[in-house]
């Protein structure tokens, strides 16, 4: 409890508190300042019109109409969903406001300090985060037919769920009228981004004071400081005012004019003082859970309120190079070979002089589940380290389920210093390779509940095209087609071909396995890496091996073999491993 606060009163709902409101005030008078620093010259803001703020663009040819941007500007702490009662809203509003003006070109930005989050439970969405899903859609990440298939899972997420509360009901028909009209969604979704993971309000201060310096309306930091509170008391007074007292539309020119000709006023400075308090408050909180979290986050959040000059971080290569090896052995480790031999594979040579031939890279190689992805990794990589590169392998299945930020990566990998800066740092001298086998299973297909994904991406985006850096990445051909999320990889493509059937031939018979006779199917079954290793494991020392019709086939027979023949097990051992597969497919 509180100090100073009653003991005797027992709180019936612990959920009273101006803070959030307040907070959320001083957010939004600070990004009407940015936005108005940003303005275009003959472009204006209106305040509090259409939504939070409005950016009117003039700066069109004469015979087109006014466009206008409409921000809606949400200071709130966690995650945010296609679920989510504001978020629903914010779309129904954008609705409305084009029925209500359809010859106008408009659009919305719904900007948000919260990050997006996978929707509970995901159906019918094509994949989640549906925010990312959508951002994907509106800036063309995603081709035409898959395009089509993602606008239809969005429309039907929106009439599969029912309106919030805080939606009124006419608002929610507009929004369903619309959904139903696959064009129409599309139009909305072209116009409609989602600003996620916006600037958090401590560092907004420093923020609006750089633009100040940048755009020549200060000429130092204090001098920034000093215009950043009268452009807050300019901009605190309109929107204090009802509408119809003040005029909330802001230009260029009165941007000038309030830094030149406005004084705050005693009790203005006060409220100021008051806000600029709390966040100090909030700040030596952070500070003070040092004590609890190590002080690794609240380090982070003071370093944003407060920008120091950067500081050149040492890497200490030998270290780096140790923990890339440990943390590439489950990679390397992986089978390679077929019964003490390697199946050539002519994309095994072609990544290889990709790879060695160009300044930087960034290849993806798909294909069908037991292709041999992995061991043509683990096969390139040992390669790459007998050369004595600086080599990281990952296998993405195996990354914790609660990585949920770069730091818990640098944490995973046993880096002192982060990845992506170590790498950078010591590509700056030689080549760095970075392999990543499965990135399916970290898709939407395999994994709905997990940030892995998007951090890995985030990873392998920010060292693309760097000089020295090259990025090899394994992924099921279906699954890199249905998530949207795989979209963002600009990546060449390479498509790992199954093995001729005369070099799977001269495998099977080297070991006394006759194929004469064998039809076309079970052929095009061998040809699959998997299969072939399957059943050379199982079954080659069998010289009555059936000729199975599939892999399933295979599969049962040797269920059948190793659990139902088997006496002593009976049927318990058949019920467990029903519900071992029912877990592992909730997983």
């Not at 599969?160 to 028909?173: D, G, L, N, Q, Y």
């Not at 985006?461 to 087609?481: M, P, W, Y």
Request: contains cysteine.
């Amino acid at each position: 409890m509180a100090a100073n606060m009653s003991e005797s009163f027992v709180l019936a709902r612990d959920n009273r508190d101006a803070w959030p409101a307040i907070r959320g005030f001083a957010y939004q008078i600070d990004s009407t300042i940015i936005e108005w620093i940003s303005l275009a010259e003959n472009d204006y803001l209106e305040l509090e019109w259409g939504e939070d703020i409005d950016i009117i663009n003039r700066s069109l040819k004469a015979e087109e109409s006014e466009a206008r941007r409409l921000v809606q500007v949400k200071c709130t702490d966690g995650t945010v969903s296609l679920r989510s009662p504001e978020a629903l809203q914010a779309v129904c509003s954008y609705v409305e406001h084009l029925n209500a003006n359809p010859r106008m070109a408009l659009n919305f930005r719904f900007l948000t300090t919260a990050v997006p989050a996978a929707e509970p439970p995901p159906e019918p969405l094509r994949c989640v985060p549906g925010i990312t899903l959508w951002e994907n859609i509106r800036t063309g990440a995603i081709e035409t037919d898959e395009r089509h298939a993602a606008i239809n899972s969005i429309a039907a997420f929106f009439q599969s769920i029912s309106s919030p509360k805080s939606v009124r009901s006419e608002a929610w028909k507009a929004l369903l009228g619309a959904t139903s009209d696959s064009v129409r969604l599309d139009q909305i979704i072209r116009g409609f981004q989602w600003s996620t993971g916006a600037a958090q309000p401590i560092s907004m201060e420093d923020i609006v004071r750089g633009l100040l310096v940048t755009h020549k309306m200060a000429v130092d930091a204090a001098a920034a400081k000093a215009q950043h509170e009268l452009l807050f008391v300019y901009v605190m007074r309109l929107l204090s005012r009802p509408k119809s007292d003040s005029d909330r539309r802001l230009s260029r020119a009165q941007l000038a004019n309030s830094i030149q000709s406005l004084k705050i006023k005693p009790h203005e400075q006060l409220v100021l003082d008051e806000i600029k308090n709390t966040r100090q408050t909030i700040i030596d909180g952070f500070s003070d859970m040092k004590q609890e979290i190590g002080g690794v986050k609240a380090s982070l959040v003071f370093a944003l309120a407060h920008p120091r000059p950067p500081v050149q971080a040492v890497i200490d290569e030998g270290s780096v190079n140790a923990s890339f090896k440990v943390a590439s052995t489950s990679l390397l480790s992986w089978p390679t070979e077929t019964l003490g031999k390697w199946i050539e594979r002519p994309e095994l040579e072609s990544l290889s002089t990709e790879l060695n031939s160009k300044e930087s890279s960034c290849a993806v190689l798909l294909g069908a589940p037991g292709s041999g992805k992995s061991a043509l990794l683990a096969q390139l990589g040992k390669k790459l380290q007998a050369e004595d590169h600086l080599l990281l392998a990952i296998k993405a299945d195996l990354l914790p389920r609660d990585l949920d930020s770069l730091f818990a990566l640098d944490e995973f990998l046993g880096l002192a210093s982060s990845l992506t800066g170590s790498i950078k740092e010591i590509a700056s001298q030689k080549a760095v390779f970075l392999l990543i086998d499965q990135l399916d299973a970290l898709g939407s297909l395999m994994d709905l509940h997990t940030q892995r994904l998007d951090i890995i991406l985030r990873v392998v985006n920010a060292l693309n095209g760097i000089k020295n850096v090259h990025i090899l990445i394994s992924c099921r051909e279906f699954d890199f087609q249905y998530d949207a999320r795989f979209k963002t990889l600009k990546a060449q493509r390479h498509i790992l071909a199954d093995p001729p059937w005369e070099i799977v031939q001269r495998l099977l018979e080297s070991q006394g396995i006759s194929t004469v006779g064998w039809p076309a199917e079970i052929r095009e079954t061998m040809r699959t890496p998997q299969h072939l290793s399957f059943f050379l494991e199982n079954f080659f020392h069998d010289p009555k091996a059936a000729v199975f019709s599939n892999y399933q086939a295979m599969l049962d027979e040797v269920f059948t073999r190793r659990v139902l023949r088997v006496q002593s097990l009976g049927p318990k051992a058949v019920e467990a491993c029903e519900k071992i597969a029912s877990a592992m497919s909730g997983l």
